[in-house]
């Protein structure tokens, strides 16, 4: 919970890096809360407008710890626009994201795991 509050808090800081336990902690949240936000709005029967409301809210975190998840890599934030390409771009971006972070400092900061 403490890394997904993090995010929240660092929510357009798109310098620096990010661990892969931030970004997957961070998923791993907002893909429970908007599971149980979704549930709670078919309980209702209202339109899936509190849905749309937290992808909203969190769109501006969700981009930031992806773009410093990316610089953990060694890569550039921009590399976040190949997820346009259908399918093959998010499966690029999982890989990239699932890897580990680059040794030692980079042109984006501290290494966070030392």
Same mark, same amino acid.
């Given at each position: 919970?403490?890394? @997904?509050?993090?995010?929240?808090?660092? @929510?357009?800081? *798109?310098q620096g890096r990010a661990r892969r336990t931030e970004y997957w902690m961070f998923i791993l949240f907002s893909v429970i809360v908007s *599971?149980? /936000?979704?549930? /709670?709005?078919?309980?209702?029967?209202?339109?899936?407008?509190?849905t749309y409301i937290y992808s909203l809210a969190v769109l501006l975190p969700?981009?930031?710890?992806?773009?410093?998840?990316?610089?953990?890599?060694?890569?550039?934030?921009?590399? /976040?626009? /190949?997820?346009l390409i259908p399918l093959v771009g998010s499966i690029i971006l999982i890989v990239f994201t699932c890897q580990d972070s680059q040794p030692g400092d980079n042109k984006y900061g501290k290494n966070p795991k030392l």
């Open positions: 919970m403490q890394w @997904y509050l993090n995010a929240l808090k660092n @929510y357009v800081g *798109f *599971f149980v /936000i979704s549930l /709670i709005d078919s309980l209702v029967g209202l339109s899936p407008i509190l969700s981009l930031a710890v992806l773009a410093r998840r990316l610089h953990d890599t060694g890569r550039s934030g921009w590399w /976040i626009l /190949i997820a």
